[in-house]
Structures are given as C-alpha cells and as structure tokens.
C-alpha cells in the first residue's frame, strides 16, 4: 500500500536554528515527490519536485534532499515567516495521484 | 507562473441549497484538475479528478450526485455541492497540472470555506 509518514507531528525552533524534517514513503513507482508549504486557511504552496534518488533542490533557506525511502527538508536558519505546515506527497506510477503525508507544522520563534 | 484562483473564497449557507465552487487556472492551460476537501488539522483528501470534456473520476466513498463536477475548458472547473448539509462544511481545494510541463506537479488554489448552517 502507497504511504506517506512525515515526522515530527510538530516542531518549535528558535530564529536562526537550522533542522529537518523527515518524509518517509512507501510506493509502488515514485512518479514523484513533492515538497508544499500551507499556511492557516490557504492551499499549499509548491516549493519543490524531486524524482530520482540522490537529487537535490534549493530554494532560499529550504533544501530538499530524496533516497529511496525518504526525503529531507532541510531549513537552514530559519525565520519567523517560515512558520507553516509543511506537507510531502508522492505521485504513485499506479494511479497518478497524490498522496499526501499528515504534515509536519512548524513554528519559528523569534 | 502557475497561479490557480478559487471563487468563492468562502462561503455561508442553509442547509438543502447548492453552492457552485469555481477553479481557474490564470496563466496555464491544465490538463486535469483535481479537487481536495480538507478537515482541521487533517491532510488533504482527494475527492475526484477531471479532465477537460470528459466525467470526473471519483475517490471511493465521494458521491458523485452530490458533487458535481464540470470540466469545461482549459482553464476551467467547478465543484457543486447540491442540497448541502451541516456534515458538508469543510474547507475544499483544488489543484491542476499543466498541459505544457507534463510532469505530475500539481497547483493548488487558496481554497475555499464552505459552511452549511
């Protein structure tokens, strides 16, 4: 069965304190894996799409990093306003759609 | 670019009316549409896919004579909630891929707020 668990659940870091959070997936044919960013009350926001084992994408204070268990999303020194739920999905080659992971919400406090 | 729009962005009604939800796509053409209802402090759950000119493929457990959905252009979806009730109220997403890319990245919409009072 295709699934997705992102860990931790919740994470508090302080101004400037670099971490990472955790995708693991299990799914028959990665079509793709997907990085988004939501917000309270707003659909997400794409930040990145990794397809093959060893790739890697940057953007700002966020890396994206894929094995073929899991990926990494790495914030180096992050800031308040990247205070968000950040969601992986994986795109199975069996069906074509997406499947989402439960979230990891971050909090940066200044 | 990317940018996919939600109309409605939220929206308040009685129980037993229908409310239309639409979902463009701004500055693409999409391919297939998608369409994503989401609880608090719950992950997105897909509802069904379309495709342009064609019926919606529905999710196991969506009823398709509830929510109907039209696909009618390019750039074009909407959602109908018919004969809505209090169980209905959610928040509901869509996303669409592009036709130009290919690829499986999908892009969501801001979503809207649906309440049925």
């Known amino acids: 069965e295709d699934q997705v668990t992102q860990s931790p659940e919740a994470l508090r870091l302080q101004e400037g304190e670099s971490s990472s959070l955790n995708c693991s997936y299990t799914v028959s044919g990665l079509r793709g894996l997907f990085w988004y960013r939501q917000d309270p009350g707003k659909g997400p926001e794409f930040l990145f799409t990794l397809y093959s084992a060893g790739e890697e994408k940057e953007k700002e204070r966020l890396k994206a990093t894929l094995t073929k268990k899991e990926s990494f999303l790495h914030i180096t020194a992050p800031k308040p306003e990247d205070s968000a739920t950040y969601l992986c999905a994986v795109c199975s080659s069996n069906t074509g759609k997406l499947i989402f992971g439960q979230g990891t919400t971050l909090q940066v406090k200044p | 670019g990317a940018v996919v729009s939600q109309h409605p962005s939220w929206v308040i009604c009685k ?25 608090p402090k719950q992950s997105l759950m897909l509802m069904a896919t379309s495709n342009e000119g064609s019926k919606a493929t529905y999710e196991q457990g969506v009823e398709k004579d509830k929510f109907l959905i039209n696909h009618a252009s390019l750039t074009l979806s909407t959602l109908t909630v018919t004969s809505a009730h209090p169980e209905d109220s959610s928040f509901y997403i869509c996303s669409a891929r592009r036709a130009d890319l290919g690829g499986d990245t999908q892009y969501f919409g801001p979503g809207t707020r649906l309440t049925v009072l």
């Open chain 2, 15 to 39: 129980s037993g009316t229908s409310v239309k939800i639409e979902c463009r796509s701004l500055d693409f053409q999409a391919t297939t549409m998608f369409w994503y209802r989401q609880f």
